[in-house]
């Protein structure tokens, strides 16, 4: 029993830090994130309308949508950009009172449409959704969804946060030989570990990673920094077996 408590006691003192050592090997893992500037925003809206009569209430969604399309033509922004859904319509059916001549109250079914469409924008300048959002409610759209943003070097990026992976490894696994007392051998196993999340934008503060490496914001041609447009993290955690002597 005593033996069993004191192997219990170090386990609490002395948790699991991503090394491990049996056989004459030992495991290293690190992980790496790279944050980036993303270079394409892309905007969910809809139009929505709620009428008796199901025509009219398609005619006024259509001239919408037709103003939208010519204003984003107008923009520059090319047809492989602009994403557009069916028309969906929707039948609501409700009561409403009515009265007789002798004051009876009864009750009358109505019904009415819900009509709506959703488009999907895509601009290769970030720093033009601000003003293309808000033109696009002046011009009558009443439902924004989403508006998210991406970055086309998103591979690139997670290619250079394996390699930072890799490098912190390595640089870990020294420190730890030395401090060990043991020299390294060669690697014999290298194994890329999976990251939970999605290389999204992070507006608040993002799970602590080990190692974070910040691209180099851009600037407009004033020297002024971008908009605050959030950053899209890229992270990569890599484990490394060697040989010990």
Do not use: H
Request: overall charge neutral; hydrophobic content about 40%; aromatic content about 8%.
């Amino acid at each position: 029993m005593k033996r069993v408590f004191l192997f219990a006691l170090a386990a609490v003192l002395f948790p699991a830090c991503g090394v491990f050592a049996a056989d004459n090997y030992m495991r290293v893992s690190a992980d790496a994130e790279v944050r980036v500037r993303p270079d394409r925003a892309a905007i969910t809206f809809g139009l929505s309308e709620k009428t008796a009569n199901l025509r009219a209430g398609a005619a006024k969604l259509n001239q919408v949508a037709q103003q939208v399309t010519a204003y984003l033509y107008n923009r520059g922004v090319e047809d492989r950009f602009i994403q557009a859904d069916g028309l969906s319509i929707r039948p609501i059916y409700t009561e409403e009172a009515v009265y007789t001549s002798s004051g009876r109250r009864t009750a009358k079914e109505k019904l009415e449409y819900e009509l709506s469409q959703t488009f999907t924008v895509t601009l290769d300048d970030v720093t033009q959704y601000e003003d293309v959002l808000y033109t696009l409610l002046d011009m009558g759209v009443n439902r924004v969804e989403n508006v998210s943003f991406y970055s086309t070097g998103t591979r690139a990026s997670r290619d250079e946060a394996r390699r930072l992976a890799v490098k912190y490894a390595q640089e870990k696994a020294q420190l730890l030989a030395e401090a060990a007392g043991v020299k390294l051998g060669k690697i014999v196993n290298v194994q890329e570990d999976t990251v939970p999340g999605w290389p999204g934008v992070r507006y608040a503060a993002s799970n602590i990673s080990q190692n974070v490496y910040n691209g180099a914001l851009p600037a407009d041609d004033g020297g002024n920094p971008a908009p605050a447009t959030g950053m899209i993290s890229v992270k990569a955690a890599v484990t490394l077996t060697y040989k010990v002597k």
